[in-house]
């Protein structure tokens, strides 16, 4: 019989590999799942976009890239300034030009990992459906489900990660949806965006 110690190192083995490359060091680890052989690593979800979305993409980046090269060119003009420690044009150009590779890699990761979400045919909501809600009050709202780097609430578009989007999805016309204690009826549902 095993404890349960012994028990979850039946299970797991864990491995420490520590590789130094002169003033570098790696560390790599690896969790076995003896049982299986396998190796667990971390899974990145999909990104969920609309068609517009996703295609809207690419052209940010391609913009980014642009903007990356003048932001080249100023740091190369403030460097040639002088002093590097009170140069505050250099600062800023460093600045900018982080904020810039910053935007790039996220662009690029949701590009990367970014999948284009078909709109459901069978009549219910999901991503890229334009619904008209009606509260009990009578007040009626309009909303798109989008993915949840394309939310924009202030302009109608609302995330699937959002209390109202997932609330909405999956339902039909007519259905009771209730988020924050209010109830709102579907009274319209375009399936196409």
Sequence with gaps: ???????????????????QDFEKTFA???VYYTNMAKV?????????????GYSALQP????????RERVLIELQRAREQGDLSENGAYKA???ELSDTDRAIRTLQHQIKYGIVVN???DGT?????????????GKEFEYTIVGTYEADPMNGKISIESPMGKGLMGKKI????VVNEKKYRIENCVLSL
Excluded: C, N, Q
């Design 1 to 19: 019989m095993l404890t349960a110690g012994a028990h979850i190192r039946h299970y797991f083995v864990e491995k420490l590999l520590v590789l």
């Design 28 to 30: 790599v680890y690896e």
């Design 40 to 52: 667990f690593r971390k899974t990145i979800d999909p990104i969920r976009f609309t068609s517009a």
């Design 60 to 67: 940010k980046l391609d913009e980014l890239f642009k903007k």
């Design 93 to 95: 150009a460093r600045f």
């Design 119 to 121: 709109i459901p045919s």
């Design 125 to 137: 909501i999901g991503v890229g459906s334009k619904v008209k809600l009606r509260r009990d009050d």
């Design 174 to 177: 007519g259905d009771v949806v």
